[in-house]
Protein backbone atom coordinates (compact mmCIF):
# COMPACT_ATOMS: atom_id res chain seq x y z
CA UNK A 1 0.00 0.00 0.00
CA UNK A 2 1.66 3.17 -1.27
CA UNK A 3 0.17 5.58 1.77
CA UNK A 4 1.71 3.18 4.10
CA UNK A 5 3.31 5.16 7.34
CA UNK A 6 4.86 3.30 10.31
CA UNK A 7 4.13 4.66 13.53
CA UNK A 8 8.01 4.77 15.37
CA UNK A 9 6.85 6.91 17.89
CA UNK A 10 6.39 4.31 20.56
CA UNK A 11 10.13 2.23 19.24
CA UNK A 12 13.29 2.94 21.35
CA UNK A 13 15.35 1.14 18.82
CA UNK A 14 17.77 2.35 15.88
CA UNK A 15 14.87 3.93 13.47
CA UNK A 16 15.60 0.88 10.78
CA UNK A 17 14.79 -1.81 12.99
CA UNK A 18 11.72 0.23 14.44
CA UNK A 19 10.73 -0.04 10.75
CA UNK A 20 11.52 -3.63 10.05
CA UNK A 21 9.12 -4.42 13.35
CA UNK A 22 6.24 -2.04 12.26
CA UNK A 23 6.43 -4.11 9.14
CA UNK A 24 6.36 -7.14 11.30
CA UNK A 25 3.14 -5.29 13.54
CA UNK A 26 0.83 -3.81 10.70
CA UNK A 27 1.31 -7.44 8.93
CA UNK A 28 -0.16 -9.45 12.10
CA UNK A 29 -2.81 -6.35 12.57
CA UNK A 30 -3.91 -6.88 9.33
CA UNK A 31 -3.26 -3.55 8.31
CA UNK A 32 -0.90 -5.20 5.91
CA UNK A 33 -1.29 -8.02 3.73
CA UNK A 34 0.26 -10.72 1.25
CA UNK A 35 0.76 -8.85 -1.99
CA UNK A 36 0.80 -4.99 -0.84
CA UNK A 37 3.54 -2.78 -2.03
CA UNK A 38 5.17 -0.71 0.25
CA UNK A 39 6.32 2.74 -0.35
CA UNK A 40 9.93 3.45 -2.70
CA UNK A 41 12.48 4.18 0.17
CA UNK A 42 13.30 7.82 -0.60
CA UNK A 43 9.48 8.53 -0.53
CA UNK A 44 8.98 6.60 2.64
CA UNK A 45 12.48 8.36 4.03
CA UNK A 46 10.70 11.70 3.47
CA UNK A 47 6.92 10.58 4.79
CA UNK A 48 8.88 9.88 8.25
CA UNK A 49 11.88 12.71 8.06
CA UNK A 50 14.81 10.13 8.46
CA UNK A 51 17.58 9.25 6.11
CA UNK A 52 16.87 7.03 2.91
CA UNK A 53 20.09 4.45 4.71
CA UNK A 54 17.51 4.26 7.70
CA UNK A 55 14.90 2.95 5.68
CA UNK A 56 17.04 1.11 3.30
CA UNK A 57 18.66 -1.12 6.24
CA UNK A 58 14.90 -1.56 7.38
CA UNK A 59 13.82 -3.05 4.31
CA UNK A 60 17.17 -5.03 4.09
CA UNK A 61 15.89 -6.47 8.29
CA UNK A 62 12.63 -7.55 6.90
CA UNK A 63 13.67 -8.91 4.29
CA UNK A 64 16.07 -11.05 6.67
CA UNK A 65 12.65 -12.07 8.66
CA UNK A 66 11.24 -13.06 5.41
CA UNK A 67 8.55 -10.67 5.60
CA UNK A 68 8.91 -8.80 2.57
CA UNK A 69 10.81 -9.38 -1.10
CA UNK A 70 11.93 -7.02 -3.54
CA UNK A 71 11.22 -7.03 -7.43
CA UNK A 72 13.65 -5.72 -9.68
CA UNK A 73 11.70 -3.02 -11.71
CA UNK A 74 8.52 -3.31 -9.54
CA UNK A 75 9.35 -2.34 -5.94
CA UNK A 76 8.85 -4.38 -2.59
CA UNK A 77 6.14 -6.22 -1.51
CA UNK A 78 4.58 -8.25 1.24
CA UNK A 79 5.92 -11.85 1.05
CA UNK A 80 3.33 -14.65 0.21
CA UNK A 81 4.10 -16.70 3.51
CA UNK A 82 5.74 -14.46 5.67
CA UNK A 83 7.93 -16.28 8.75
CA UNK A 84 7.34 -15.95 12.57
CA UNK A 85 8.42 -12.89 13.74
CA UNK A 86 11.45 -13.25 15.56
CA UNK A 87 13.66 -11.04 18.00
CA UNK A 88 15.48 -8.77 15.56
CA UNK A 89 18.61 -9.52 18.22
CA UNK A 90 18.24 -13.83 17.03
CA UNK A 91 18.93 -12.36 13.08
CA UNK A 92 22.32 -12.80 12.25
CA UNK A 93 23.53 -11.06 9.59
CA UNK A 94 23.16 -12.29 5.94
CA UNK A 95 25.96 -10.44 4.31
CA UNK A 96 25.98 -9.65 0.23
CA UNK A 97 29.78 -10.30 -0.01
CA UNK A 98 31.21 -8.21 -2.18
CA UNK A 99 34.59 -8.59 -0.92
CA UNK A 100 35.67 -11.34 -3.01
CA UNK A 101 36.62 -11.08 -7.02
CA UNK A 102 34.70 -13.85 -8.51
CA UNK A 103 32.81 -14.08 -11.99
CA UNK A 104 29.42 -14.50 -11.77
CA UNK A 105 27.43 -17.94 -11.19
CA UNK A 106 25.70 -19.47 -14.21
CA UNK A 107 22.26 -19.78 -13.74
CA UNK A 108 20.96 -20.84 -16.91
CA UNK A 109 19.53 -24.43 -16.28
CA UNK A 110 20.80 -25.76 -19.64
CA UNK A 111 23.92 -24.75 -18.92
CA UNK A 112 24.29 -26.39 -15.64
CA UNK A 113 23.28 -29.05 -16.68
CA UNK A 114 26.33 -29.47 -19.46
CA UNK A 115 28.70 -28.29 -16.73
CA UNK A 116 26.70 -31.93 -14.79
CA UNK A 117 27.24 -33.80 -17.59
CA UNK A 118 31.08 -33.30 -18.07
CA UNK A 119 31.60 -33.57 -14.41
CA UNK A 120 29.58 -36.65 -14.52
CA UNK A 121 31.70 -38.01 -18.24
CA UNK A 122 35.18 -37.35 -15.75
CA UNK A 123 33.82 -39.49 -12.61
CA UNK A 124 33.42 -42.53 -15.20
CA UNK A 125 37.25 -43.32 -14.66
CA UNK A 126 37.07 -42.17 -10.82
CA UNK A 127 39.70 -44.60 -9.94
CA UNK A 128 42.46 -43.61 -11.96
CA UNK A 129 41.93 -40.20 -10.97
CA UNK A 130 42.45 -40.94 -7.70
CA UNK A 131 46.07 -42.34 -8.42
CA UNK A 132 49.39 -39.99 -8.79
CA UNK A 133 49.23 -38.30 -11.80
CA UNK A 134 52.47 -37.59 -13.56
CA UNK A 135 53.92 -34.20 -12.61
CA UNK A 136 52.34 -31.03 -15.11
CA UNK A 137 49.37 -32.74 -16.36
CA UNK A 138 48.44 -35.22 -18.88
CA UNK A 139 48.99 -35.29 -22.38
CA UNK A 140 45.09 -35.08 -22.17
CA UNK A 141 45.74 -31.82 -19.97
CA UNK A 142 48.28 -30.06 -22.26
CA UNK A 143 46.35 -30.38 -25.17
CA UNK A 144 43.35 -29.09 -23.88
CA UNK A 145 45.98 -26.45 -22.49
CA UNK A 146 47.56 -25.89 -25.33
CA UNK A 147 43.42 -24.89 -27.17
CA UNK A 148 42.63 -23.17 -24.60
CA UNK A 149 46.14 -20.92 -24.38
CA UNK A 150 45.65 -20.59 -27.87
CA UNK A 151 42.42 -18.34 -27.89
CA UNK A 152 45.23 -15.83 -26.71
CA UNK A 153 47.58 -16.78 -29.78
CA UNK A 154 49.66 -18.10 -27.49
CA UNK A 155 51.39 -21.38 -29.12
CA UNK A 156 54.44 -22.72 -26.68
CA UNK A 157 55.61 -25.85 -27.59
CA UNK A 158 54.27 -28.77 -25.06
CA UNK A 159 57.32 -28.70 -23.10
CA UNK A 160 56.83 -25.44 -21.63
CA UNK A 161 53.85 -25.80 -20.46
CA UNK A 162 52.77 -26.86 -17.68
CA UNK A 163 49.22 -27.57 -15.56
CA UNK A 164 49.60 -26.24 -11.80
CA UNK A 165 47.09 -26.27 -9.00
CA UNK A 166 45.86 -22.57 -9.34
CA UNK A 167 47.67 -19.27 -9.61
CA UNK A 168 48.81 -18.75 -6.15
CA UNK A 169 51.28 -22.03 -6.33
CA UNK A 170 52.17 -20.93 -10.07
CA UNK A 171 53.67 -17.61 -8.76
CA UNK A 172 55.25 -18.61 -5.75
CA UNK A 173 56.76 -21.23 -7.50
CA UNK A 174 58.07 -18.83 -9.82
CA UNK A 175 59.11 -16.08 -7.46
CA UNK A 176 60.69 -18.75 -5.29
CA UNK A 177 63.14 -19.30 -8.72
CA UNK A 178 64.01 -15.44 -9.42
CA UNK A 179 64.37 -14.14 -6.49
CA UNK A 180 65.86 -14.50 -2.90
CA UNK A 181 64.80 -13.36 0.15
CA UNK A 182 65.81 -9.64 0.27
CA UNK A 183 65.87 -9.24 -2.96
CA UNK A 184 63.71 -6.96 -5.65
CA UNK A 185 60.73 -7.66 -7.24
CA UNK A 186 58.77 -4.72 -8.74
CA UNK A 187 54.99 -4.36 -9.47
CA UNK A 188 51.92 -1.76 -10.26
CA UNK A 189 51.69 0.34 -7.39
CA UNK A 190 47.98 -0.83 -7.00
CA UNK A 191 48.33 -4.39 -7.16
CA UNK A 192 46.58 -7.50 -6.46
CA UNK A 193 47.20 -8.43 -2.73
CA UNK A 194 48.20 -12.15 -3.50
CA UNK A 195 51.71 -11.35 -5.13
CA UNK A 196 51.94 -9.15 -1.45
CA UNK A 197 51.74 -12.28 0.50
CA UNK A 198 53.86 -14.71 -1.32
CA UNK A 199 55.95 -11.54 -1.46
CA UNK A 200 56.46 -11.77 2.25
CA UNK A 201 56.06 -15.48 2.47
CA UNK A 202 59.21 -15.56 0.55
CA UNK A 203 61.26 -12.79 2.41
CA UNK A 204 61.28 -10.62 -1.28
CA UNK A 205 61.12 -6.44 -1.12
CA UNK A 206 58.03 -5.93 -3.50
CA UNK A 207 58.61 -2.36 -4.69
CA UNK A 208 55.49 -0.70 -6.39
CA UNK A 209 55.66 1.56 -9.15
CA UNK A 210 53.92 4.77 -10.45
CA UNK A 211 51.00 4.49 -12.72
CA UNK A 212 49.25 6.80 -15.13
CA UNK A 213 45.73 6.05 -17.15
CA UNK A 214 47.89 3.27 -19.29
CA UNK A 215 49.67 1.69 -16.57
CA UNK A 216 53.35 1.25 -14.95
CA UNK A 217 55.34 4.29 -15.92
CA UNK A 218 57.86 3.31 -18.41
CA UNK A 219 60.57 6.36 -17.04
CA UNK A 220 59.55 4.99 -13.61
CA UNK A 221 60.23 1.20 -14.69
CA UNK A 222 63.84 2.60 -15.81
CA UNK A 223 64.93 4.40 -13.46
CA UNK A 224 63.68 1.21 -10.97
CA UNK A 225 65.60 -1.30 -13.05
CA UNK A 226 69.24 1.15 -12.87
CA UNK A 227 68.81 1.82 -8.75
CA UNK A 228 67.32 -1.39 -7.70
CA UNK A 229 68.46 -3.93 -9.93
CA UNK A 230 65.03 -6.06 -9.68
CA UNK A 231 65.11 -9.73 -10.05
CA UNK A 232 61.70 -9.43 -12.27
CA UNK A 233 58.10 -7.51 -12.93
CA UNK A 234 54.92 -8.86 -11.84
CA UNK A 235 52.05 -7.43 -13.58
CA UNK A 236 48.29 -8.36 -14.03
CA UNK A 237 48.03 -6.23 -17.41
CA UNK A 238 44.62 -7.50 -18.19
CA UNK A 239 41.27 -6.02 -16.27
CA UNK A 240 43.80 -5.27 -13.68
CA UNK A 241 42.91 -6.79 -9.96
CA UNK A 242 41.72 -3.58 -8.27
CA UNK A 243 41.75 -1.15 -10.59
CA UNK A 244 40.17 -3.03 -13.76
CA UNK A 245 42.76 -1.16 -16.10
CA UNK A 246 43.85 -3.15 -18.89
CA UNK A 247 47.27 -1.60 -20.34
CA UNK A 248 47.25 -1.16 -24.47
CA UNK A 249 49.43 -2.67 -27.07
CA UNK A 250 51.57 -0.02 -27.21
CA UNK A 251 52.34 0.71 -23.66
CA UNK A 252 52.97 -3.27 -23.42
CA UNK A 253 55.97 -2.64 -26.32
CA UNK A 254 57.60 -0.08 -24.08
CA UNK A 255 57.65 -2.52 -21.27
CA UNK A 256 58.97 -5.29 -22.93
CA UNK A 257 61.69 -2.97 -24.01
CA UNK A 258 62.78 -1.52 -21.19
CA UNK A 259 62.58 -5.26 -20.00
CA UNK A 260 64.76 -7.01 -22.94
CA UNK A 261 67.52 -3.93 -21.86
CA UNK A 262 67.68 -4.53 -18.69
CA UNK A 263 67.16 -8.71 -18.81
CA UNK A 264 64.39 -8.07 -16.85
CA UNK A 265 61.53 -11.68 -16.37
CA UNK A 266 57.94 -10.49 -16.37
CA UNK A 267 56.01 -12.26 -14.61
CA UNK A 268 52.42 -11.97 -16.52
CA UNK A 269 49.16 -12.90 -14.31
CA UNK A 270 46.82 -13.35 -16.85
CA UNK A 271 43.51 -13.90 -14.52
CA UNK A 272 41.44 -12.14 -17.07
CA UNK A 273 42.92 -12.40 -20.23
CA UNK A 274 40.38 -14.87 -21.36
CA UNK A 275 37.23 -12.50 -20.66
CA UNK A 276 37.49 -10.33 -23.50
CA UNK A 277 36.61 -11.78 -26.65
CA UNK A 278 38.96 -14.10 -28.92
CA UNK A 279 40.62 -10.73 -31.02
CA UNK A 280 39.07 -8.19 -28.91
CA UNK A 281 41.80 -8.50 -26.51
CA UNK A 282 45.32 -6.84 -25.91
CA UNK A 283 48.17 -9.55 -27.24
CA UNK A 284 49.75 -10.90 -24.10
CA UNK A 285 53.24 -10.39 -22.71
CA UNK A 286 54.13 -14.08 -23.72
CA UNK A 287 53.19 -13.58 -27.42
CA UNK A 288 55.19 -10.00 -27.64
CA UNK A 289 57.95 -11.22 -25.44
CA UNK A 290 58.18 -15.01 -24.90
CA UNK A 291 61.76 -15.41 -23.87
CA UNK A 292 61.31 -13.22 -20.88
CA UNK A 293 57.86 -13.93 -19.62
CA UNK A 294 56.45 -16.27 -17.22
CA UNK A 295 52.93 -16.52 -18.30
CA UNK A 296 50.30 -17.59 -15.68
CA UNK A 297 46.58 -18.58 -16.70
CA UNK A 298 44.25 -19.42 -13.97
CA UNK A 299 40.80 -20.78 -15.00
CA UNK A 300 39.88 -19.45 -11.29
CA UNK A 301 38.21 -15.78 -12.81
CA UNK A 302 37.70 -17.16 -16.10
CA UNK A 303 35.23 -20.16 -15.24
CA UNK A 304 35.31 -20.41 -11.43
CA UNK A 305 37.03 -19.66 -8.15
CA UNK A 306 36.63 -23.20 -6.90
CA UNK A 307 38.58 -25.18 -10.30
CA UNK A 308 41.97 -24.53 -9.02
CA UNK A 309 43.93 -24.99 -11.98
CA UNK A 310 46.08 -22.54 -13.61
CA UNK A 311 48.02 -23.61 -17.10
CA UNK A 312 51.76 -21.58 -17.08
CA UNK A 313 54.09 -21.47 -19.64
CA UNK A 314 58.16 -20.73 -19.04
CA UNK A 315 60.08 -18.80 -20.97
CA UNK A 316 62.24 -21.46 -22.64
CA UNK A 317 62.76 -25.36 -21.46
CA UNK A 318 66.13 -24.18 -19.81
CA UNK A 319 63.60 -22.86 -16.84
CA UNK A 320 61.35 -25.77 -17.11
CA UNK A 321 63.27 -28.02 -14.43
CA UNK A 322 63.79 -25.25 -11.66
CA UNK A 323 59.46 -24.59 -12.32
CA UNK A 324 59.06 -28.67 -12.04
CA UNK A 325 61.14 -28.66 -9.29
CA UNK A 326 59.44 -25.88 -7.54
CA UNK A 327 56.18 -26.61 -8.19
CA UNK A 328 56.33 -30.27 -7.51
CA UNK A 329 58.18 -29.48 -3.94
CA UNK A 330 55.22 -27.13 -2.92
CA UNK A 331 52.42 -29.04 -4.25
CA UNK A 332 53.33 -32.49 -5.51
CA UNK A 333 50.29 -32.32 -8.30
CA UNK A 334 47.38 -30.52 -9.64
CA UNK A 335 44.37 -32.39 -8.28
CA UNK A 336 43.44 -35.03 -11.43
CA UNK A 337 39.77 -34.60 -11.10
CA UNK A 338 39.72 -30.83 -10.80
CA UNK A 339 41.90 -30.77 -14.03
CA UNK A 340 40.23 -33.78 -15.55
CA UNK A 341 36.85 -31.97 -15.69
CA UNK A 342 38.82 -28.45 -17.01
CA UNK A 343 39.88 -30.39 -19.48
CA UNK A 344 36.41 -31.83 -20.44
CA UNK A 345 34.89 -28.83 -20.44
CA UNK A 346 37.57 -27.35 -22.77
CA UNK A 347 37.23 -30.53 -24.90
CA UNK A 348 33.52 -30.28 -25.29
CA UNK A 349 32.62 -26.32 -25.86
CA UNK A 350 31.44 -25.88 -22.07
CA UNK A 351 34.05 -23.75 -20.80
CA UNK A 352 33.50 -21.49 -24.02
CA UNK A 353 29.74 -21.22 -23.32
CA UNK A 354 30.60 -20.49 -19.44
CA UNK A 355 32.94 -17.65 -21.20
CA UNK A 356 30.12 -15.92 -23.21
CA UNK A 357 27.60 -16.46 -19.72
CA UNK A 358 30.09 -14.35 -17.56
CA UNK A 359 30.77 -11.71 -20.45
CA UNK A 360 27.03 -11.08 -21.01
CA UNK A 361 26.19 -11.20 -17.35
CA UNK A 362 29.38 -9.27 -16.19
CA UNK A 363 28.02 -6.57 -18.62
CA UNK A 364 24.98 -6.35 -17.49
CA UNK A 365 26.11 -5.73 -14.25
CA UNK A 366 28.45 -3.04 -15.25
CA UNK A 367 25.46 -1.14 -16.78
CA UNK A 368 23.69 -1.61 -12.95
CA UNK A 369 26.49 -0.12 -11.83
CA UNK A 370 26.79 3.27 -14.33
CA UNK A 371 22.85 3.55 -13.80
CA UNK A 372 23.27 3.75 -10.03
CA UNK A 373 26.38 4.99 -8.72
CA UNK A 374 27.31 8.47 -9.52
CA UNK A 375 29.03 9.99 -12.80
CA UNK A 376 33.06 9.62 -12.25
CA UNK A 377 32.86 8.28 -8.96
CA UNK A 378 34.02 5.20 -9.63
CA UNK A 379 36.78 2.85 -12.69
CA UNK A 380 35.06 -0.14 -14.31
CA UNK A 381 35.14 -1.83 -17.45
CA UNK A 382 31.98 -3.56 -19.27
CA UNK A 383 33.77 -6.89 -18.87
CA UNK A 384 35.24 -6.80 -14.81
CA UNK A 385 34.10 -8.13 -12.33
CA UNK A 386 34.63 -5.51 -9.84
CA UNK A 387 34.57 -1.58 -9.14
CA UNK A 388 37.44 0.66 -7.61
CA UNK A 389 35.62 3.46 -6.17
CA UNK A 390 37.88 6.42 -5.28
CA UNK A 391 35.64 8.14 -2.32
CA UNK A 392 34.62 11.94 -2.21
CA UNK A 393 35.31 14.07 0.80
CA UNK A 394 35.04 14.04 3.76
CA UNK A 395 34.54 10.07 2.98
CA UNK A 396 37.33 8.03 4.15
CA UNK A 397 38.08 4.40 3.58
CA UNK A 398 37.32 2.99 6.69
CA UNK A 399 34.25 4.86 7.50
CA UNK A 400 33.00 3.81 4.16
CA UNK A 401 33.70 0.44 4.81
CA UNK A 402 32.62 -0.05 8.61
CA UNK A 403 28.98 2.19 6.78
CA UNK A 404 28.90 -0.71 4.21
CA UNK A 405 29.52 -3.12 7.21
CA UNK A 406 26.66 -2.21 9.20
CA UNK A 407 24.07 -3.21 6.11
CA UNK A 408 25.82 -7.01 5.78
CA UNK A 409 27.49 -5.50 2.64
CA UNK A 410 31.15 -6.58 2.32
CA UNK A 411 33.74 -4.19 0.43
CA UNK A 412 37.28 -3.88 0.61
CA UNK A 413 39.76 -0.66 1.43
CA UNK A 414 42.72 0.41 -0.63
CA UNK A 415 44.93 -0.58 2.11
CA UNK A 416 45.06 -4.33 0.65
CA UNK A 417 46.34 -2.98 -2.82
CA UNK A 418 48.78 -0.79 -1.92
CA UNK A 419 52.63 -1.11 -2.59
CA UNK A 420 54.59 1.58 -0.89
CA UNK A 421 52.52 4.80 -1.41
CA UNK A 422 49.72 5.76 1.42
CA UNK A 423 46.66 4.55 0.18
CA UNK A 424 44.26 6.40 -1.57
CA UNK A 425 40.61 6.91 -0.22
CA UNK A 426 39.46 4.29 -2.28
CA UNK A 427 37.53 1.06 -1.88
CA UNK A 428 36.63 -2.36 -4.09
CA UNK A 429 33.37 -3.43 -4.83
CA UNK A 430 33.22 -6.56 -6.61
CA UNK A 431 29.86 -7.58 -8.32
CA UNK A 432 30.37 -10.83 -9.41
CA UNK A 433 29.91 -14.28 -7.70
CA UNK A 434 26.55 -16.09 -6.37
CA UNK A 435 25.05 -12.66 -5.59
CA UNK A 436 21.98 -12.03 -7.68
CA UNK A 437 21.37 -9.05 -10.01
CA UNK A 438 18.42 -7.79 -7.25
CA UNK A 439 21.01 -8.20 -4.51
CA UNK A 440 24.02 -6.13 -6.74
CA UNK A 441 21.46 -3.45 -6.77
CA UNK A 442 20.38 -2.75 -3.39
CA UNK A 443 24.01 -2.68 -2.57
CA UNK A 444 24.91 -0.08 -5.31
CA UNK A 445 21.89 1.93 -4.21
CA UNK A 446 22.92 1.92 -0.31
CA UNK A 447 26.62 2.66 -1.63
CA UNK A 448 25.16 5.62 -3.93
CA UNK A 449 23.16 7.21 -1.80
CA UNK A 450 26.25 7.32 0.66
CA UNK A 451 29.09 8.91 -1.67
CA UNK A 452 25.91 11.41 -2.30
CA UNK A 453 26.22 12.59 1.63
CA UNK A 454 28.78 12.69 3.89
CA UNK A 455 29.47 10.07 6.68
CA UNK A 456 27.46 12.08 9.49
CA UNK A 457 23.98 12.18 7.04
CA UNK A 458 24.59 8.79 5.72
CA UNK A 459 24.43 7.10 9.67
CA UNK A 460 22.15 4.85 9.63
CA UNK A 461 20.86 6.00 13.40
CA UNK A 462 19.23 9.01 13.11
Not at 220 to 246: E, G, M, S, V
Request: proline share 9%; charged share 25%.
Amino acid sequence: MADWRPDLSNSDKPRYLAIADAIADDIAAGRLVIGDRLPPQRKLAKRLDVDFTTVARGYVEAQKRGLIESKVGQGTFVRDKPRPRRSATSFPPRPVDLSMNLPPEPDDPELIERMQAGAEHVLRDIASLLRYQGFGGTQADKDAASSWLGRRALVPAQNRIFVSPGAHPALLGILSILAKAGEVVLCEAITYPGIRSIAAQLGITLVGLPMDQDGVEPQALTDACKKLKPRAIYLNPTLQNPTTLTIPDSRRREIVAIARRFKLPVIEDDAYGFIPEHGHGHAPFAAIAPDLTWHVAGLAKCIGAGLRAAYVVVPDTRSAWPFASALRSATVMASPLTVAIATRWIEDGTADTMLRFIRAETSARQKLAAEILPKGSYRGDPLSFNLWVELPTPWRRSAFVEHMRQTGIGVVASDAFVVGDPPPEAVRICIGGPSTRTQIRGALEYAAHALAETPALASPFL
